[in-house]
C-alpha cells in the first residue's frame, strides 16, 4: 500500500543543494556527475519534481559571487541538457506537466539569498531570463535586501531595496521563498505580498525554538495567502537534542503545520546538504558551522533522497487519509507552482 500510493503520488522536493556537488565538478562532468550520483537517488526516492536552489558558498563571496551564480546556473541548464530523456528544466506550468507527463523530473531553478546581486534589483529580470522561478532574499547573515533569521536581535523589515525586489519578483512571476529571513522580514514580507508566497525549507517554532523556524501566526499568514510551507529535514532544526532527530520528530513538524496551516498548504522542504558536504573540499559551509549547527547531521534513513518513502509510509501508519498524504508528499507543491508559474 505505502510503496504503491508513493510511486502513484506526485513527489515534490523543494530544497536540495546538489548543484553545490554538481558545479564544483569540471563543466565537462556535470551532466554525467548528475546522471551517475544524484539521479538513481531522486528516483529512488520517486521524486517528480525537483527544485534546484543556487546557494553561494562563503569562499565566493563577495568577489565571487555573481561569477558562481552564473556557474551554477549555467550547470543546471548543461545537466538538464545532458540528461534530456530524464530531467527538464522547466520554465512555466505546461513545462512541468509536461515533464511528468513524458516520466521525467521537472526541475525548477531557484536563488537561495540572492549575494551576486546584492542592491541590483534590476538584474532579477536577468535571473528571470536565465531560467530562475523562486527566490529568497537572505540567508543567516544580512544582506543589501534583508537580514537573514541569524540576525533576528536587529528586528529589522526588508530594506528599500528589498521591498523593491519583493515587488519585481511578484512583477516577473518569480516565487518568493521566506525561509532563512528573519522574523521582522518575514511579517514584512507577509505585509506587502500581493502574490502567494512560499517557504521552501522551514519548520515548526512551536516544536523547536530556532530561529530557522516559523510560528504559528507565520504558518497562518503563508498558508493566508495561498501559500506552502515544506517542512525542512534538517535534524537540528527538527529537535535539540540528537536523541529526538528522528523519523518520528519529522512527522511532528508535519502534523504541526498541517494543523496550523491546513492539509492543502504544506508540502516538503527536505535541504538534503550531508552528501554535498561530505562531497566538497572545505571550507564549505563555515558559516553554518560558525552558528553553532552540525550541518551533517541528519534523521537517520533521510540522508538523501532515496529515503523519501519512509515519510509516506510514517504518514500513512499516523492514519493520514491517502488523499492528505498525496498532497502533503507533493500535490500541494504541484498545483501551487501550477498556479503561479501559470
Not at 519529522?250 to 492539509?263: F, N, T
Amino acid at each position: 500500500m505505502t510503496n504503491s500510493l508513493h510511486e502513484r503520488a506526485i513527489v515534490a522536493d523543494t530544497h536540495n543543494d546538489l548543484l553545490m556537488a554538481v558545479s564544483a565538478r569540471p563543466p565537462r562532468q556535470w551532466a554525467s556527475f548528475f546522471r551517475e550520483r544524484w539521479l538513481p537517488q531522486l528516483r529512488d526516492g520517486g521524486v517528480n519534481l525537483q527544485v534546484l536552489p543556487v546557494f553561494i558558498d562563503d569562499q565566493y563571496r563577495p568577489e565571487g559571487a555573481l561569477r558562481q551564480t552564473l556557474r551554477m546556473i549555467e550547470c543546471a541548464h548543461v545537466l538538464a541538457e545532458g540528461n534530456a530523456e530524464h530531467v527538464r528544466l522547466c520554465l512555466d506550468a505546461a513545462d512541468i506537466d509536461g515533464a511528468l507527463a513524458d516520466g521525467r523530473i521537472a526541475l525548477v531553478l531557484a536563488m537561495e539569498s540572492m549575494p551576486g546581486l546584492d542592491a541590483s534589483v534590476e538584474l532579477i529580470s536577468t535571473m528571470h531570463r536565465l531560467g530562475v522561478r523562486v527566490a529568497s532574499i537572505a540567508h543567516f547573515g544580512r544582506t543589501p535586501l534583508a537580514d537573514g533569521s541569524g540576525e533576528d536581535a536587529t528586528g529589522s523589515g526588508l530594506t528599500t531595496d528589498g521591498v523593491a525586489a519583493l515587488a519585481e519578483m511578484e512583477r516577473l512571476g518569480i516565487v518568493f521563498d521566506v525561509s532563512h529571513l528573519g522574523a521582522s522580514g518575514v511579517e514584512h514580507v507577509l505585509e506587502l505580498a500581493t502574490m502567494p508566497v512560499m517557504a521552501t525549507h522551514s519548520s515548526a517554532r512551536a516544536l523547536r525554538d530556532h530561529h530557522r523556524n516559523l510560528t504559528d501566526g507565520q504558518l497562518r499568514a503563508v498558508a493566508a495567502t495561498g501559500g506552502v510551507i515544506c517542512v525542512n529535514f534538517f535534524a537540528p532544526f527538527l529537535a535539540e537534542d540528537e536523541r529526538d532527530m528522528t523519523l518520528d520528530r519529522l512527522l511532528d513538524h508535519i502534523e504541526h503545520i498541517v494543523s496550523v496551516a491546513g492539509v492543502d498548504h504544506v508540502g516538503l522542504g527536505p535541504d538534503f546538504i550531508r552528501e554535498v558536504m561530505d562531497d566538497l573540499t572545505p571550507p564549505c559551509c563555515e558559516d553554518v558551522y560558525a552558528r553553532g549547527v552540525d550541518p551533517k547531521r541528519a534523521v537517520p534513513g533521510l540522508e538523501g533522497p532515496a529515503g523519501l518513502p519512509m515519510v509516506t509510509e510514517g504518514l500513512l501508519a499516523r492514519g493520514l487519509p491517502e488523499k492528505d498524504v498525496m498532497a502533503i508528499i507533493g500535490g500541494n507543491v504541484h498545483r501551487f507552482l501550477g498556479e503561479r508559474l501559470a
